[in-house]
């Protein structure tokens, strides 16, 4: 069970963008690595394309890089704070991802 999922909201705690929080949109499983909106921003230089009849604009455009997920922690909604996460197992079998800190479930 992965610990950051998309639309969870994370808080960076290494690398230039130390102490600011996003909300996840990507996850990459493979690379183990996460894309979070508004984080970890880069310049790409991007030539102008024409793929499938329509034309894209080339310049310097400003995009998200993705990040290790070792470097983002889960937000909990209930205490708000960034905390590690368990799994607890429902009664009704189901797994949930669980907040160390307070106990509350996430999901």
Not at 2 to 19: A, E, P, Q, W, Y
Not at 60 to 71: C, D, K, Y
Request: glycine share 10%; net charge positive; hydrophobic share 35%.
């Amino acid at each position: 069970m992965n610990k950051v999922r998309r639309n969870d909201t994370v808080l960076v705690i290494s690398g230039k963008d130390r102490g600011k929080t996003g909300v996840v949109r990507q996850v990459l499983p493979k690379n183990t690595r996460v894309v979070v909106e508004g984080i970890n921003l880069i310049k790409k230089h991007q030539r102008p394309t024409q793929q499938a009849g329509v034309p894209a604009p080339g310049g310097i455009v400003t995009r998200e890089a993705p990040l290790h997920v070792s470097n983002v922690m889960l937000v909990c909604k209930e205490c708000g704070k960034a905390a590690r996460t368990g799994v607890r197992v429902r009664p009704d079998g189901a797994k949930v991802r669980v907040c160390k800190r307070c106990g509350a479930d996430v999901d």
